[in-house]
T-cell receptor
Framework: RKEVEQDPGPFNVPEGATVAFNCTYS??????FFWYRQDCRKEPKLLMS???SGNEDGRFTAQLNRASQYISLLIRDSKLSDSATYLC????????????FGSGTRLQVQP | DTEVTQTPKHLVMGMTNKKSLKCEQH?????MYWYKQKAKKPPELMFV???????INESVPSRFSPECPNSSLLNLHLHALQPEDSALYLC????????????FGPGTRLTVL
């Protein structure tokens, strides 16, 4: 089983749609969680950290369920510019400063 | 200024060449990272520096040699690479601490002939 798993997609949605991505992680000791977005041939950019109580940033809402070991990202009112690959990222344990990346979910928003 | 810069943007080298990739950040971050990313794959961690000391080496072949001259700079020295080493090489930095949000540079796209 992979440490961080995501549905690779692609998710093809019309503009204005609401879309949700899920991500599961295997290590229950994982401490920090993030969503990054990566455009084609560009670097990953931090979209948002994910907090235990859930958090929202404009059209984006992130949720964490520690009991079930999954993280979600909800995008409301999708824009063409949201088309990208969304990477679920987990910091696995206290001894390592590195992040573990999921394989990414590709989103294509269509006009 | 939340920027990490990398040079060069593109690099083409032969298998016998020696080259270096450079990364710089001025955010006061004390952890810096090298990642390798192949097409349609997530970034793979190569090295982590913490307070200018190498803290993680993910079993990277010795033809890749990292160096951290000071807290703002990170280099990756390349020697005798193979064509399969062609990839996007990403540098990242973060503050110390649990939150550990990493900020990435634009990467160097390396092609080994």
């Amino acid at each position: 089983r992979k440490e961080v798993e995501q549905d690779p997609g692609p998710f093809n949605v019309p503009e204005g749609a609401t879309v949700a991505f899920n991500c599961t992680y295997s290590n229950s000791a994982s401490q920090s969680f993030f969503w990054y977005r990566q455009d084609c041939r560009k670097e990953p950019k931090l979209l948002m950290s994910v907090y235990s109580s859930g958090n929202e940033d404009g059209r984006f809402t992130a949720q964490l369920n520690r009991a079930s070991q999954y993280i979600s990202l909800l995008i409301r009112d999708s824009k063409l510019s949201d088309s990208a690959t969304y990477l679920c990222v987990v910091k696995m344990d206290t001894g390592r400063r590195a992040l573990t990346f999921g394989s990414g979910t590709r989103l294509q928003v269509q006009p | 200024d939340t920027e990490v810069t990398q040079t060069p943007k593109h690099l083409v080298m032969g298998m016998t060449n020696k080259k270096s990739l450079k990364c710089e950040q001025h955010m006061g971050h004390r952890a810096m990272y090298w990642y390798k990313q192949k097409a349609k794959k997530p970034p793979e961690l190569m090295f982590v520096y913490s307070y200018e000391k190498l803290s993680i080496n993910e079993s990277v072949p010795s033809r890749f040699s990292p160096e951290c001259p000071n807290s703002s700079l990170l280099n990756l020295h390349l020697h005798a690479l193979q064509p399969e080493d062609s990839a996007l090489y990403l540098c990242a930095s973060s503050q110390e601490g649990l939150a550990n949000e990493q900020f990435f540079g634009p990467g160097t796209r390396l092609t080994v002939l």
